[in-house]
């Protein structure tokens, strides 16, 4: 029999939010907003350092991957939506093209899934650019300046350069503002909250670009602080009710949940659990994702009667 989970956040281990003096300031001079962004980008830091290793931080990054391929897919006048963008990934068979939203998604969580503490790290970051920005990428360890200052220094550099690639550029300014903190993974940050005339002001060098970035950050950080509270507390939820599965590896199965941010019975859970050398039949995958929503740990995130997808 398998022990009973322990339960994962104390009431003195909750992530708090942002306060308000930080998120409910509209009209601000630079001074001002660099100094709330600090805070914000400061108590963020504390979150992902996650000391206690009660967050979910792959499932986090996953959904502000999703979140930020949804708004570089807007800059391109594309309009499809998070459903849209799990659909075109989650049902794809092996092979299949994933179409301009899944391919923006792809690209988006394999870059918040390198470890920027490891060798090759920049090799792999370099191959999931366009040729053209491969090749003129500016060295990220060559700017100078506050984590903020070295972001929008990256993100105007490649903007001015290659006015049309504003994925390309968000991904290298979310990478140069993890290493110069030192966080081990990017966490798209800023894609999905620098506006459309902001992105286009700084590639068109009109504006401060360090500016756009700082009035950025307070949106991101409490939009990203937000899901890791939210998250945190349903995956304590998911971990609690660990023991009262039965079905053959569920715990590899529990673990896809706790890193994707749709999970698809058929394509993901059988006939072999991704990742993993656990088979599960196609009915038994079903039963155990209606189990966790009758539980209350998980969602069906489509609300079809087929084709269905699930999700923390």
């Known amino acids: 029999m398998k022990p009973a989970a322990k339960p994962v956040l104390t009431d003195t281990q909750t992530i708090h939010m942002l306060p308000r003096w930080v998120t409910s300031t509209r009209s601000q001079g630079a001074d001002s907003v660099a100094f709330t962004s600090g805070a914000a980008l400061a108590m963020l830091d504390v979150v992902l350092r996650d000391s206690n290793d009660t967050l979910p931080g792959a499932l986090l990054r996953d959904r502000m991957a999703l979140n930020a391929a949804v708004a570089c897919l807007k800059l391109e006048n594309r309009r ?5 963008i799990r659909d075109a990934v989650c049902l794809a068979r092996v ?3 994933l179409g301009p939203a899944g391919e923006m998604f792809m690209d988006w969580r394999k870059l918040a899934r390198i470890n920027l503490t490891a060798s090759g790290w920049k090799g792999r970051v ?4 366009p040729d053209q920005v491969a090749e003129a990428m500016p060295e990220l360890g060559s700017f100078v300046g506050s984590p903020l200052a070295q972001a929008a220094q990256v993100l105007a550099s490649v903007l001015q350069k290659f006015p049309r690639q504003e ?6 300014a979310d990478v140069t503002l993890a290493r110069v903190l030192g966080w081990d993974r990017a966490i798209p940050v800023l894609a999905a909250h620098l506006t459309r005339k902001d992105v286009r002001a700084i590639a068109g060098g009109e504006g401060d670009p360090v500016l756009c970035v700082h009035g950025a950050m307070v949106a991101g950080c409490d939009g990203i602080i937000r899901s890791a509270a939210d998250l945190s507390r349903r995956a304590e939820k998911l971990r609690v009710i660990a023991p009262k599965l039965r079905a053959k590896g569920a715990d590899e199965a529990l673990g896809l949940f706790l890193s994707h941010d749709a999970v ?4 993901m859970l059988s ?3 991704k990742g993993t050398s656990f088979a599960m039949t196609d009915r038994a995958a079903r039963r155990l994702c209606d189990r966790l929503v009758e539980l209350g740990v ?4 489509t609300g079809r009667a087929t084709f269905r997808l699930y999700g923390v």
């Open 264 to 267: 698809s019975p058929s394509g």
């Open 298 to 301: 998980a969602r069906e995130l």
């Open 167 to 172: 994925a390309a550029a968000l991904m290298l």
């Open 126 to 129: 370099t191959r999931l650019l």
């Open 271 to 273: 006939p072999m659990i």
């Open 95 to 97: 092979g299949d093209a």
């Open 80 to 84: 499809e939506t998070p459903s849209d």
